[in-house]
Nanobody
Framework: RVNLVESGGGSVQAGGSLRLSCAAS????????MAWFRQVPGKEREGVAR????????NYADSVKGRFTISQDNAKNTLYLQMNSLKPEDTAMYYC???????????????????WGQGTQVTVSS
């Protein structure tokens, strides 16, 4: 399996920045992609950004384009999410996820990844 541990969440004022990290271990060599998702109580889980492990190709939710950047350091098996110009509506529990299946990676917005971290809370105040 793939083990995922997130860090970097916290509270920030609107307009500020946070950088989330996700350390991966276990079956990392066969991983096809990693992604960030978020969820607010009472709402469906939402795909935020995805990156393909081998070629680095990225995709973003429309709501975060131009503000968030997903990146990875494959030598360190670490995923990052740089979040700039944060808005109160970005407040959510953020989850790191990974999958070994290329098709599920391409259909990442379905949020059906096999492996998930414990989540880290991001709170943005007005």
């Amino acid at each position: 399996r793939v083990n995922l541990v997130e860090s970097g969440g916290g509270s920030v004022q609107a307009g500020g920045s946070l950088r989330l990290s996700c350390a991966a271990s276990g079956e990392t060599t066969s991983r096809a992609c990693m992604a960030w998702f978020r969820q607010v109580p009472g709402k469906e889980r939402e795909g935020v950004a995805r990156i393909m492990t081998r070629n680095g190709g990225t995709n973003y939710a429309d709501s975060v384009k131009g503000r968030f950047t997903i990146s990875q350091d494959n030598a360190k098996n670490t995923l990052y999410l740089q979040m700039n110009s944060l808005k109160p509506e970005d407040t959510a529990m953020y989850y790191c996820a990974a999958d070994l299946n290329q098709l599920r990676c391409l259909r990442w917005r379905d949020t059906t990844f096999d492996y998930w971290g414990q989540g880290t809370q991001v709170t943005v105040s007005s």
